[in-house]
């Protein structure tokens, strides 16, 4: 029953962050293309990920919603604050002559420090609701079904 | 849909937050920072399109963009077509703009 709690809340509180983070992309799409090209990456690199991350993020919204798949939803989530951890931690130990472009993110009144916790923070709870997940699994299979 | 809600809660949670998120979205001043942009008078005849707080610099790599700093961080940049001379009078304002306030001061 803990473990219900527990997964209920990491799934609230992933929900409030990757809804609104892919809903400002969507919503102001132009601005977040902008934002990207200004971003020290790869034309191509950059290019595919205008399009793949709001698609991405939204996925992850979609899977967390779903009992069915919530623990993809665990996993993608994972793996895309890990992406995004690596960057900013790639950015602060000055990979790049300067700190790339911040503008345009939800979570704008952060530095990039404060950010690069923030999101290790995330993945820690992502990885957390990940693991939960996997052991309620092994320990009921019939709640797959029930989430 | 009204049965999807009914049997998943979380779905109503994520509806809700979405909600929020899109009343939060339409209030206005959620920009980060506002700078003014325009002609320097001091700087005439030659005039320049210069923040106004004096935190501005162009590019070395992009020819046309004017960006903005405050410390270390990028917050806001202009974009003027390559052939334009943005510090000739009469240019006109630059195009993407980001979380800047561009208007000529003549």
């Known amino acids: ?147 | 849909m009204k049965n999807l809600i009914r049997k998943n809660a979380m779905a109503l949670v994520a509806l809700a937050i979405a909600a929020v998120t899109l009343m939060a979205m339409g209030t206005p001043e959620s920009k980060l920072a506002m700078k003014k942009w325009g002609y320097n008078p001091a700087a005439l005849p030659g005039a320049q399109w210069v923040d106004i707080t004096g935190q501005t610099e162009e590019t070395d790599t992009t020819p046309g963009q004017y960006l903005c700093h405050e410390n270390e961080e990028q917050i806001c940049s202009g974009e003027f077509e390559e052939e334009v001379n943005p510090n000739a009078p009469g240019a006109p304002a630059p195009s993407n703009e980001t979380y800047g306030e561009f208007e000529p001061l003549d």
Not at chain 1, 102 to 121: D, E, K
Not at chain 1, 128 to 140: E, P
Request: hydrophobic fraction near 55%; proline fraction near 5%.
């Open chain 1, 1 to 147: 029953m803990k473990a219900k709690y527990l997964l209920n809340i990491i799934t609230i509180a992933l929900l409030l962050l990757w809804i609104p983070v892919a809903t400002e992309k969507l919503i102001d799409f132009t601005t977040f293309k902008h934002t990207l090209l200004r971003q020290p990456l790869p034309h191509g690199l950059t290019y595919m990920a205008i399009y793949t991350l709001p698609a991405l993020e939204v996925l992850v919204v979609v899977m967390l919603v779903s009992p069915r798949w919530r623990q993809w939803g665990f996993l993608l989530s994972a793996i895309l604050m890990a992406l995004f951890t690596v960057y900013i931690g790639l950015a602060l130990l000055g990979t790049w002559d300067r700190l790339p472009c911040a503008c345009g993110s939800v979570i704008s009144g952060m530095s990039w420090t404060q950010h690069f916790w923030f999101n290790l923070l995330f993945l820690g709870i992502s990885v957390v609701g990940l693991l939960v997940k996997k052991r309620q699994h092994t320990s009921d299979p019939v709640d797959q079904v029930v989430g």
